[in-house]
T-cell receptor
Framework: QQQVKQSPQSLIVQKGGISIINCAYE??????FPWYQQFPGKGPALLIA?????SEKKEGRFTISFNKSAKQFSLHIMDSQPGDSATYFC????????????FGKGTKLSVIP | NAGVTQTPKFRILKIGQSMTLQCTQD?????MYWYRQDPGMGLKLIYY???????DKGEVPNGYNVSRSTTEDFPLRLELAAPSQTSVYFC?????????????FGPGTRLLVL
């Protein structure tokens, strides 16, 4: 069974701090690694994504770091704001022509003032 | 663009009843998906479709059926509802390429089976 392991399950960060969420995968055929953000009562929405031939991607306050040899990737949220409070899911795409996403179990982030 | 729409938003079913969850997208996406989301368990793929007339099983297909007669619609059928099917169901659509895969999710249907 293909898996993406995500940690921590929950995270509390003070406003202005750095939030870090980690994911690890096993299948080296995965070829695309997105992060989705979900607010309560809403569907997930794509936040940022990276391909395995890139070690880092930054969009505003959000950065993905990717370590291909360790089969790990992480989301960093700089200057965390209360509006960032949400559940974050990492995911990995099947590779070899498969476009299915395998999701991690999610991290509930709470940013406190 | 309405994006991905789902109906109903909430439904209570009795054990053994059946129902259809509706999903429609107006982005002309070829791929469509059904997921279920349980607390602390992430998103599990139930069924997916790569185009009209083509469907395939995901990770957790038992107890569900789908059809895709048009590009826009991808209904999910629950036969003989069981308490284990209590969950939040999300429909999503995408137009994947070799370089990206953005799935657009609907607002979800919350289902309670009693």
């Amino acid at each position: 069974q293909q898996q993406v392991k995500q940690s921590p399950q929950s995270l509390i960060v003070q406003k202005g701090g750095i939030s870090i969420i980690n994911c690890a995968y096993e299948n080296t055929a995965f070829d695309y690694f997105p992060w989705y953000q979900q607010f309560p009562g809403k569907g997930p929405a794509l936040l940022i994504a990276i391909r395995p031939d890139v070690s880092e991607k930054k969009e505003g306050r959000f950065t993905i770091s990717f370590n291909k040899s360790a089969k790990q990737f992480s989301l960093h949220i700089m200057d965390s704001q209360p509006g960032d409070s949400a559940t974050y899911f990492c995911a990995a795409r099947g590779g070899a022509g498969s476009y299915q996403l395998t999701f991690g179990k999610g991290t509930k982030l709470s940013v406190i003032p | 663009n309405a994006g991905v729409t789902q109906t109903p938003k909430f439904r209570i079913l009795k054990i053994g009843q059946s129902m259809t969850l509706q999903c429609t997208q107006d982005m002309n996406h070829n791929y469509m998906y059904w997921y279920r989301q349980d607390p602390g368990m992430g998103l599990k793929l139930i069924y997916y479709s790569v185009g009209a007339g083509i469907t395939d099983k995901g990770e957790v297909p038992n107890g569900y059926n789908v059809s895709r007669s048009t590009t826009e619609d991808f209904p999910l059928r629950l036969e003989l509802a069981a308490p284990s099917q209590t969950s939040v169901y999300f429909c999503a659509s995408s137009f994947p390429t070799a370089y990206q895969e953005t799935q657009y999710f609907g607002p979800g249907t919350r289902l309670l089976v009693l």
